[in-house]
């Protein structure tokens, strides 16, 4: 290594910006350490593997007939509202994840280097766009072989897939801005299955709501999973898809306008 | 923003590595800073000494952009912290407290991801990632996880972390603590070996030795506050005077010599133990007085040395309290 000397070169007199290009590699690169460390600790994907079996053996058959009359009826009716909340229920994970970065010296490294603020959480957001894509195959192709019927064609199953991921990463901001502010990493669990378990059960998506009291009807219809519920349900089974769809877009994008800028201050902040 | 002016000799306070002026910075009711001043030249080791707790990881977490100071300025390789902090962030590496490096990456994956983060080309941050792993003797481990290394191997990935995009100026905040002394010694070897390649480097430390090792000026904070700064020689001088200590040829004699120096007014103490005669100098005249007394009593004398108070000395006199043991015995990763 040579001496550097301490005159700063001239192209360096400007506030360097870092360029489309930059921002890509550091994103991508950091995508790619999000995907190593998932390599090197494979039972960080327990939850995408397990979550989507485990839920589709637990429902069908425990509450299948009980709900829908029979399994099969069920299978139709919940898968596509479980795929709805795969990515909330995995979203958890990544604020817990975060939280522990943060107590290692990793975090800090990032951010003494010269990457734009929001690339560590981007790349966040790309590493859970692949765990949820597993999850999404693992669902489908699980309940495929139970008898889950796509009614309608392989693009409205895409279309299905696409607006549960858009909501999903929406949540994964909130994920990571409670992942920040909260001193660790069991209180950021705990938080979490505490607005996330209410939420998936007050909805349509395991049963009809129309046996539930007037105040728990109102909290489901406004509750945004019952509206990605049924787009789900209709971009699978058939049906009327405007209204859910647009409430579903609405919903992701104002949780993702307001969440993630919150976030990337909270990360550049955070000491 | 302006250009920062070139000329060497009118950049003011931007003509040394780092310039830190009348920082200040509170945490709720702590002042951990408390308008603190330091200056470290280019291509030296400023060694900032203290206790516990007496703000040197804030310091160095302000001067990394990771903290905002509450007032003052600081200066690093020209770039302002605050308000020039993309550009100073190419220019430094930091070292921390707590080794920095993604466990469950391996060695050479820790390093490539910098180099990528860096802007080098996936070529360059390759052989970079190869370079620094051969020099620091770490490529038999480069396909390991970091997780299986030991606490010496981590500490040294991640001083090879901070060295990818060759940074005019390092940080190492405590590089040594907790390290056993084995590994304590082949860190301030890769630091003398940075040093000697023309890297500046301000180290935080807790312990004397290591100061006395690597530093070439010291300041020393205590609570916020620098209370003392400059060279090592200089603060031994500025605290205490030279020590006479003789060692005689019966040790049995030693309290008789203390006795026959005190009725001639001269304040010895003595060492069973050591087996020396101690006798601090407070005059030029004072050390052929003494070496006169013993002579005409009898007394052989089989050794005689002057020496400058210690370090420990310093520090002890400088803030009150003795400094962090020289050994540290723990060689497990500290809990953040």
Request: hydrophobic content about 45%; glycine content about 10%.
């Amino acid at each position: 290594m040579t001496a550097a000397t301490l005159t700063p070169a001239p192209a360096q007199l400007d506030d360097p910006r870092i360029g489309l290009a930059g921002h890509l590699r550091h994103v991508g690169a950091l995508t790619r350490r999000n995907l190593m460390r998932i390599k090197a600790d494979p039972e960080s994907m327990l939850d995408a593997v397990l979550l989507p079996i485990i839920f589709t053996v637990l429902f069908v058959y425990v509450f299948g007939g009980a709900v829908s009359g029979s399994q099969q009826d069920y299978i139709q009716y919940m898968i596509p509202g479980l795929l709805g909340t795969t990515g909330l229920n995995l979203a958890m994970a990544v604020g817990t994840g975060l939280n522990s970065d943060f107590q290692t010296g990793v975090m800090d490294r990032f951010r003494t280097l010269p990457i734009g603020r929001a690339a560590v959480l981007l790349s966040k957001i790309a590493a859970e766009t692949c765990r949820c894509l597993v999850s999404f195959t693992i669902l489908i192709g699980f309940s495929m072989i139970l008898g889950l019927e796509i009614k309608t064609g392989f693009l409205q199953l895409l279309g299905a897939v696409g607006l549960s991921l858009l909501f999903g990463m929406s949540i994964v901001w909130i994920s990571m801005l409670v992942g920040m502010s909260l001193r660790s990493a069991q209180a950021v669990q705990g938080v979490s299955m505490l607005v996330v378990m209410p939420l998936q059960f007050g909805s349509s998506i395991f049963a009809p709501t129309d046996t539930m009291p007037g105040w728990l009807q109102a909290f489901t219809e406004y509750n945004p999973l019952s509206a990605l519920a049924d787009a789900c349900r209709s971009l699978i089974n058939g049906g009327p898809l405007a209204h859910s769809v647009t409430v579903v877009l609405v919903w992701s994008v104002a949780i993702t306008a307001v969440t993630a800028p919150l976030a990337v201050a909270r990360f550049r902040k955070r000491t | 923003m302006t250009p920062i002016a070139t000329a060497p000799n009118d950049r003011g306070p931007r003509n040394n590595a780092v310039e830190v002026r009348g920082i200040v910075k509170t945490f709720g009711a702590t002042r951990a800073l408390d308008g603190v001043d330091l200056t470290v030249r280019e291509g030296t080791v400023l060694g900032l000494l203290g206790p516990n707790g007496a703000g040197k990881t804030t310091l160095v977490r302000i001067l990394s952009t990771l903290v905002k100071p509450d007032a003052g300025t600081a200066f690093v390789g020209g770039y302002d912290v605050l308000r020039q902090p993309k550009q100073l962030r190419r220019t430094i590496g930091l070292t921390g407290q707590y080794a920095s490096v993604d466990e469950l990456l391996s060695g050479y994956e820790n390093l490539y991801l910098i180099g990528r983060l860096l802007d080098l080309s996936a070529k360059e941050s390759k052989a970079r990632a190869g370079e620094l792993l051969e020099r620091f003797s770490l490529t038999d481990a480069a396909k390991r996880p970091a997780k299986t290394y030991s606490g010496g191997m981590r500490r040294r990935l991640d001083l090879a972390a901070s060295m990818i995009g060759r940074p005019k100026v390092l940080y190492l905040d405590e590089p040594t603590t907790g390290l056993d002394p084995r590994t304590r010694n082949e860190v301030w070897d890769e630091v003398q070996r940075m040093v000697a390649e023309g890297s500046t480097v301000l180290l935080t430390t807790q312990y004397m030795e290591e100061a006395e090792q690597l530093a070439h000026e010291l300041t020393v904070i205590d609570r916020g506050r620098v209370t003392a700064a400059g060279g090592i020689e200089e603060l031994k001088t500025q605290v205490g005077g030279q020590t006479l200590q003789v060692r005689p040829l019966r040790p049995a004699e030693l309290p008789e010599m203390a006795r026959c120096l005190h009725e001639a007014g001269v304040a010895a103490t003595f060492s069973a133990d050591t087996g020396l005669l101690s006798v601090q100098l407070t005059g030029e005249d004072q050390l052929t007085a003494v070496v006169g007394v013993l002579g005409t009593r009898g007394f052989g004398i089989a050794g005689i040395d002057t020496k400058l108070p210690s370090l420990d000395e310093v520090f002890l006199a400088i803030t009150g309290k003795p400094s962090a043991p020289a050994a540290p015995i723990l060689d497990k990763e500290p809990v953040a």
